[in-house]
């Protein structure tokens, strides 16, 4: 079946650019998180939607990141004005629920010039 | 403050060998943990989970171990493969925070 599906696998732009992230979840989850990892590092979270609830947006770095999720699925990742320490490898997962094993994408490696 | 964290950052196994990945977490209340392997240019794969309520957990060729008395938990790899060779991560879920990972190389 269908996993988590992110676009585009690679984005190479120039600082102060804005780009946008796109995640397909699977079918039917209603939980979706965002999370970022730079070289060598562990998974930093960003956000997390569940369902129609307000999204937990507490690790989101700054206000140059936003996120949203249309429709409860398929959701948008935002960032504008990029910084090179924006570089790093943005994954999306989904779980059925929360509290449920994440299935996560292979994620978008984002390269600022 | 609450931390997810493992021991060391890299393991060399034989082949054939078991493996044991270690994790600490400091979150007392924490009931869900998951671990995790990602291969290079990869998302992380699933690959068992545990809850607080047991000590033990066995899945194929992988058996994770909580002990919620000193906060550790460990995953323990059984005849070690070259397809294991990977980033392995522990996270929390309670508040979604994951290991920095071990790099797990298997010699042929």
């Known amino acids: 079946g269908a996993g988590v599906s992110q676009s585009p696998s690679n984005k190479v732009t120039e600082k102060g650019k804005d780009v946008e992230l796109r995640c397909d979840p699977i079918?039917?989850?209603?939980?979706l998180y965002w999370y970022r990892q730079s070289l060598g590092q562990g998974l930093e979270f960003l956000i997390y939607?569940?369902?129609?609830?307000?999204?937990?947006k507490s690790g989101l770095p700054s206000d140059r990141f936003s996120a949203e999720r249309t429709g409860g699925s398929v959701s948008t990742l935002t960032i504008q004005r990029t910084q090179q320490e924006d570089s790093a490898v943005y994954l999306c997962a989904s779980s059925l629920h929360s509290n449920q094993p994440q299935h996560f994408g292979d994620g978008t490696r984002l390269s600022i010039l | 403050g609450e931390s997810v964290g493992l021991h060391l950052p890299t393991l060399s196994v034989q082949e054939g060998d078991n493996s044991i990945i270690n994790c600490a977490y400091s979150?007392?209340?924490?009931?869900?943990f998951i671990w995790y392997k990602q291969e290079s240019g990869k998302g992380p794969q699933f690959i068992i989970d545990?809850?607080?309520?047991?000590d033990k957990r066995q899945g194929q060729r992988v058996t994770v171990l909580l002990n919620k008395t000193v906060k550790h938990l460990s995953l323990q790899i059984a005849a070690t493969q070259p397809g294991d060779s990977a980033v392995y991560f522990c996270?929390?879920?309670?508040?979604?925070?994951f290991g920095k990972g071990i790099t797990l190389s298997v010699r042929p």
């Open positions: 996270a929390e879920y309670s508040k979604l925070t």
């Open positions: 545990i809850r607080s309520n047991m």
């Open positions: 079918s039917g989850h209603t939980a």
């Open positions: 979150n007392s209340a924490s009931d869900y």
């Open positions: 939607f569940q369902g129609n609830s307000a999204p937990d």
